[in-house]
Structure formats: structure tokens, C-alpha cells
């Protein structure tokens, strides 16, 4: 059974940078793409990046030139670097993951909470 498992997600105060990890296990099928969204309390989760195996990247507008997601293949586990943290960005933050068929995996989820 795959898991994801994500970390990172603290305190900061507006204009810091957060590094979130989401090690993933339990790997049966080829990944398509990875991603990140967030979930702040009252709204919608919304897709924040993703990251295809070709390497291409996504992000959403609000984010462009602030975040940066990567994977590192060899311990399967995926990274969202966020820099310039606003408070509008605190929000919990899941990691996905899509395959080439059947659904894709979704992490449990790290807080961000971005504050002075």
C-alpha cells in the first residue's frame, strides 16, 4: 500500500521559507505526476505546483517565483521550497501523487502557518 507521508510545515513569519517533504512508500506503479495543494481553513483545497517525469512544472499564479517543487528519485520523496511566505499562504499542505492508471495518493497533510 503506497503512503505519504508529509513534513516540514512550522510557524514562520511573513518573508520567511519553509522547506515541505513528502516521503512516499510502498511504491507499485510508475508516477506521473507529483503535486502539491493547500487547504486554508474555510476555502477549498487548490493545486499549488506539480511536477511531471519529464520534468515539467506548474505552479499557481499567486506562488510564481516564490515556490519550487523538486522530487528526488532515489529516496522517492518530493519537496516544495517556499520562499517569501505571505500570510495568505497558511494553509495545511497535502502532497499527491498521480499514476499512469487508477487513482492517485494523497498525503495526510502539514500545517503552515505564516505569521508575525
Known amino acids: 500500500q503506497v503512503h505519504l507521508v508529509e513534513s516540514g510545515g512550522d510557524l514562520v513569519q511573513p518573508g520567511g521559507s519553509l522547506r515541505l517533504s513528502c516521503r512516499v512508500t510502498?511504491?507499485?506503479?510508475?508516477?506521473?505526476?507529483v503535486g502539491w495543494s493547500r487547504q486554508a481553513p474555510g476555502k477549498q483545497r487548490e493545486l499549488v505546483a506539480t511536477?511531471?517525469?519529464?520534468?515539467?512544472?506548474n505552479y499557481r499564479d499567486s506562488v510564481k517565483g516564490r515556490f519550487t517543487i523538486s522530487r528526488d528519485n532515489g529516496t522517492e520523496t518530493i519537496y516544495l521550497q517556499m520562499n517569501s511566505l505571505k500570510p495568505e499562504d497558511t494553509a495545511v499542505y497535502y502532497c499527491?501523487?498521480?499514476?499512469?492508471?487508477?487513482?492517485?495518493?494523497w498525503g495526510q497533510g502539514t500545517q503552515v502557518t505564516v505569521s508575525s
Open positions: 499527491n501523487v498521480q499514476y499512469y492508471t487508477g487513482p492517485g495518493s
Open positions: 511536477l511531471t517525469t519529464e520534468g515539467s512544472e
Open positions: 510502498g511504491l507499485d506503479r510508475d508516477i506521473r505526476v
